[in-house]
């Protein structure tokens, strides 16, 4: 009798892989595309995207414009500086620089203090993801000071008279 259900048994695992074999994707990109558009229905459903971080990435990818230029972060104090003995919360210092421009930056748990490097007018605005932009103005002298940043990350963009200013996205 176990011959019997030996036979029967090579025979399913035959039909069985045959089957497989003749709707396989050899490189298994059909599969791939079919799971991963089931995923994202699935997800559209059971966990859609909020609005608000909806516009978020469009305003991100606003941000692409090509008259836009971006400052790097050229000094970071937690990460260049030297530590000072006896500071129990010493402030951030940031630089960012782009092509003449200079922006420093101080942030401490009080707010933001900074200057811009050629001197003169600026509107500022603070980008915090999908927070309201807190909207700060450099005074002749390239100076400004605003709240303390959000928790999470943040950007300075610039706008003076003839150029906008983006700075790299940072944590505070």
Known sequence: MSDLN????????????DERDEYDDPD?????????????QA??????????????AVDAFALRDLDVRVAELTFDSLVDGIPVRGAADPPRMLTFQSDGVTVDVEV?????????????????????????HARLTADDMGRFTGEAPPAGPFALR??????VVVTEWLRA
């Open 6 to 17: 030996d036979d029967r048994d090579d025979r399913d695992d035959r039909d069985d892989r």
């Open 28 to 40: 298994g990109e059909l599969y791939d595309g079919l799971l991963e558009e089931e995923l994202r």
């Open 43 to 56: 997800a559209a459903i059971l966990d859609p995207v909020p609005a608000e971080l909806r516009r978020v």
């Open 108 to 132: 401490t748990a009080e707010g933001l203090i900074g200057q811009l490097l050629p001197p003169g007018p600026a509107g500022i605005e603070v980008l915090s993801g999908p927070r309201e």
């Open 158 to 163: 610039l706008r003076t008279g003839r150029e």
